[in-house]
Nanobody, 124 residues
Framework: QFRVMESGGGLVQSGGSLRLSCAASGFSLDYYAIGWFRQAPGKERERVSCISSSDGSTYYADSVKGRFTISRDNAKNTVYLQMNSLKPEDTAVYYC?????????????????WGQGTQVTVSS
């Protein structure tokens, strides 16, 4: 059974850091791009970052560029999202999901397997 599971969320003060993990089971991340998304209350889910499995290329939303770093450890079958200089507007439930292939996809419907999410709360 294909599954991804997020962990690492929590409460942090503005300017602080968190590292989220996305662990896959039932399939190898060697063959799938992984995206990180977030959804704040009353807002649509948005793509935050993505890492391909073909060449390790990455994507970042403008709102997080320079503060967040995505990486993958294929040996652990896990993708990480290092979040630094956190701001209150980063508060959201963060999800990871696997794309349908090796390349990052733009639209949410192009990601098949989603985790349950992990809450990130940044206090001012």
């Amino acid at each position: 059974q294909f599954r991804v599971m997020e962990s690492g969320g929590g409460l942090v003060q503005s300017g602080g850091s968190l590292r989220l993990s996305c662990a896959a089971s039932g399939f190898s991340l060697d063959y799938y791009a992984i995206g990180w998304f977030r959804q704040a209350p009353g807002k649509e889910r948005e793509r935050v970052s993505c890492i391909s499995s073909s060449d390790g290329s990455t994507y970042y939303a403008d709102s997080v560029k320079g503060r967040f770093t995505i990486s993958r450890d294929n040996a652990k079958n896990t993708v990480y999202l290092q979040m630094n200089s956190l701001k209150p507007e980063d508060t959201a439930v963060y999800y990871c999901a696997s794309a349908r292939g090796r390349l990052c996809a733009l639209h949410l419907f192009q990601y098949d397997y989603w985790g349950q999410g992990t809450q990130v709360t940044v206090s001012s």
